[in-house]
């Protein structure tokens, strides 16, 4: 068993960047993939970016390329999304998920989420 939970939501202005947290707690964090997801009002889960358990591979979905970074601590057992250059297309919950393997698509443990908000 793994708990997850997010932090570092927010209201912020477009062109404003926000770090959001994964902390998490039980089995070890290093034994896991990372990924985060987001969802708007209205629309399904969105695949965001993902890291592998060393965190020596990331892969990222080409709405946030060159926008968002993830990354992750495991000495701290936290993983990180910066999020910089905002946009209102970017307002959703975001919560972020673990899973032995690296993907776009299935995670076995998930966070409640965080909800960041991007206004124009």
């Known amino acids: 068993q793994v708990q997850l939970v997010e932090s570092g939501g927010g209201l912020v202005q477009a062109g404003d960047s926000l770090r959001l947290s994964c902390a998490a707690s039980g089995r070890s964090f290093s034994s896991y993939a990372m990924g985060w997801f987001r969802q708007a009002p209205g629309k399904g889960r969105e695949f965001v970016a993902a890291?592998?358990?060393?965190?020596?591979?990331?892969d990222y979905a080409d709405s946030v390329k060159g926008r968002f970074t993830i990354s992750r601590d495991n000495a701290k057992n936290t993983g990180y999304l910066q999020m910089n250059s905002l946009n209102p297309e970017d307002t959703a919950v975001y919560s972020c998920?673990?899973?032995?393997?690296?993907?776009?698509?299935?995670?076995?443990?998930w966070g409640q989420g965080t909800q960041v908000t991007v206004s124009s």
């Open positions: 890291i592998t358990r060393s965190g020596g591979g990331t």
């Open positions: 998920a673990v899973d032995p393997f690296m993907c776009r698509h299935y995670y076995h443990y």
